[in-house]
């Protein structure tokens, strides 16, 4: 089969601007700009840069922001208090910022900093002064409007241009330390504002009961509820009987922190849902669970319930489906599809008709091992898509031990064997002194970021990183807790060792960070390449001096890419040694068709967000998030020379 142009509902970023967070509603983070190219990108210079130093209380080293362009202004959120900011597009100049000082809730919040960014909205009259808005939701679980001109809020919209997301007439919640937030944007599409939901992280939590990361649609005018949609389905509702007993009415979590894609044509909202409280252990909420580790498909009107597939179940690995949907129209054998693809952590792109729900290649439910932890009761089957094939390493065996040298693979050989390994959905297991420690995996796959679409061509783009998971659980404290099993120690069992390395070099082999070009209509990968400089411990070490190794790539969660007319663009992760002797990384560029190097430029730190790019007075800019230890987030803005 073929993948070929269609008439694309979904066509990327429109008229040089970059609107929304995924550059369009579908996700895609494609535009056809080619003022930037192959033969000039290492010509990049600073156009503008915009420091946070000076946002919130403290500096922020961890800036995952995506600025959204329109009308000549960039917005973004920035600081450690989650300010938004608007600059000049062509000078970076800080025309407005707007910053809520939430105090001991903002303190007690499970997902604070800085947030990945914001939605802009406009019903294009331009005879009223609020006829463009920014919406924005606090580390505190506000949603908040303001006018997109000045920063002021639109006192029309909810209480003086609040929306409390915490009093919600369908579950309790603390409005100080209940367990909720939002790091990710609002989506805004067909004049509804849709809002999720994110937790801490649950490898440890503080019960087996937690809030429900329930979904909501606003409106775009006066922020009124329209829509309320029950991730973990309440008695009558389709879903309940998935779980066993009574565990609906008591689990939590089930949000959606990933960003959600609309299909604005048809009206329909698309949600990657996590799974439901407990990362690793599951034996208090017996059943498949839906809608955990679920795509669902829902009216961006109403939030009724259009399809639905569950791609995990009974989830046990923390594979929460933790990005958006990337949206594009293919055509296979003469055919139109609407098709929808789906990075994970699990390394598998899955592929569907977004209209119908259907996978685009036959899904298979295969026996899978089952948990031996007492309480626990696995699923029989998981589904495994058969195109395309895994973008990255999957479980962890033997097979995927470092082999720099036959002395290193040894050490690597005796270690491993104190875990337990095996394939995907290998179960983990309850630690013991004797062995196994812990069930080892290679987590990592693709994280918030997403991946990258060309509607153009139908080739999705998805970076993936190794790091390995360690899941050893021991028994909960019930003086404590009413939880069964936690992770252990260093959440990799009791008594286990503080890391898992090999004089200090990574137990498993390179590449560590890669991108992988996928053909949705084939369900194909077409090439694959390591992305990121080889780290310093790595090409530095005395271990493997003189031995020819390749780009290893390097590993980061926050990786995102960006997509042009003939380019894929994406920062590496992290820090390396530069040629001049000071810590620094690059923003690479690559043939979209080939995956080969187009140019680089170097920048001060690593890339810890998605870029984006606009068209300006002619010039075309790009515009990355970069910060790290001891380097306060920064947004740069690159230019070609005048």
């Keep these: 089969m073929l993948a070929l142009p269609a008439g694309f509902a979904q066509t990327g970023a429109k008229g040089g601007e970059w609107r929304t967070y995924g550059g369009d509603t579908g996700n895609t983070r494609y535009s056809p700009l080619d003022q930037i190219n192959a033969a000039n990108f290492n010509r990049l210079e600073l156009a503008w840069r915009f420091k946070t130093d000076n946002l919130g209380p403290r500096p922020e080293y961890n ?20 300010d938004a900011v608007a600059f000049d597009a062509a000078t970076g100049e800080l025309l407005w910022m707007h910053s809520e000082n939430e105090g001991e809730r903002g303190r007690h919040a499970p997902r604070p900093l800085s947030g990945r960014g914001l939605a802009y909205w406009t019903d294009g009259r331009k005879d009223r002064l609020d006829d463009e808005r920014i919406f924005y939701v606090t580390p505190g679980y506000r949603l908040i ?66 809030v429900k990361g329930y979904v909501r649609g606003f409106d775009v005018r006066s922020g009124k509820r329209l829509w309320i949609f029950h991730t973990i389905p309440k008695p009558g509702e389709f879903g309940y009987d998935t779980w066993q007993g009574d565990s609906a009415d008591y689990t939590g979590n089930t949000g959606v922190w990933g960003q ?17 409280t407990g990362d690793y252990y599951g034996g208090h909420r017996p059943g498949n669970g839906l ?89 029989a089957t998981q589904p495994f898509p058969s195109k395309p094939p895994p973008y990255d390493t999957q479980g962890f065996t033997a097979n ?41 995996a290679l987590g990592g796959g693709t994280n918030w970021p997403g991946g990258a679409a060309d509607p153009e061509t139908g080739i999705a783009y998805v970076f993936s990183q190794k790091f390995l998971l360690r899941m050893g659980l021991v028994a909960a404290d019930k003086a404590k807790t009413d939880f069964g099993y936690l992770q252990g120690t260093a959440a990799g069992g009791a008594g286990a060792p503080a890391t898992l390395s090999v004089q200090n070099l990574p137990l498993y082999k390179p590449p560590y960070g890669s991108i992988t ?39 980061g969660i926050g990786i995102g890419m960006l997509v042009t007319k003939s380019l894929l663009i994406a920062g590496e992760a992290g820090t390396i040694t530069m040629p001049d002797g000071k810590p620094g990384a690059y923003l690479r560029a690559y043939d979209k068709a080939t995956g080969q190097d187009a140019g680089m430029v170097p920048m001060p730190a690593g890339e810890t967000g998605a870029p984006m790019t606009y068209m300006l007075n002619g010039k075309q800019y790009i515009v990355v998030p970069v910060s790290g230890p001891g380097f306060p987030g920064e947004y740069l803005a690159y230019k070609l020379p005048d």
């Design 517 to 555: 070009a996928v053909a949705v209509g084939e369900g194909k990968n077409l090439w694959q390449i390591a992305h990121g400089e080889t780290p310093d411990v790595v090409r530095n070490h005395p271990a493997l001096k003189g031995l020819s190794i390749p780009r290893t790539g390097r590993a």
């Design 63 to 82: 800036l995952e922001g995506t600025p959204l362009m329109a009308n000549g202004m960039v917005f973004a959120t920035a600081g450690s208090r989650r």
């Design 291 to 379: 809608f955990g580790e679920s795509i669902v498909a829902v009216d961006v009107k109403t939030g009724e319930r259009k399809w639905h597939y569950q791609l995990v179940h009974h989830g046990l690995w923390d594979f929460d489906i933790p990005c958006a949907p990337m949206l594009l129209d293919i055509t296979v054998n003469g055919r139109v599809i609407k098709a929808l693809a789906q990075p994970t952590k699990q390394a598998f792109l899955y592929l569907f008709d977004r209209v119908t729900g259907q996978p685009l290649f036959p899904m298979e439910e295969r026996p899978v091992e089952q948990s031996t932890v007492p309480g626990e009761k696995t699923s």
């Design 145 to 210: 409007a303001l006018n997109a001109k000045d920063g002021v809020p639109v006192a029309s919209f909810g209480k003086d241009g609040v929306v409390d997301l915490k009093q919600d007439d369908d579950q309790a919640i603390d409005p100080v330390n209940g367990d909720v937030g939002l790091a990710s944007a609002p989506t805004v599409a067909n004049d509804v504002i849709l809002v999720g939901a994110a937790h801490l992280s649950s490898g440890v939590p503080r019960s087996k009961s937690n």
């Design 400 to 440: 995927d031990l470092m082999d720099f040298t036959p002395e290193l693979r040894k050490q690597a050989e005796a270690l491993a064997a104190r875990y337990k390994l095996g394939p995907i959905f290998t179960p983990p297991v309850v630690s013991q002194a004797a062995g196994p420690l812990a069930t080892l």
């Design 260 to 276: 959600i894609s609309v299909d604005e044509q048809s009206g329909t909202a698309y949600l990657p849902v996590e799974l439901p």
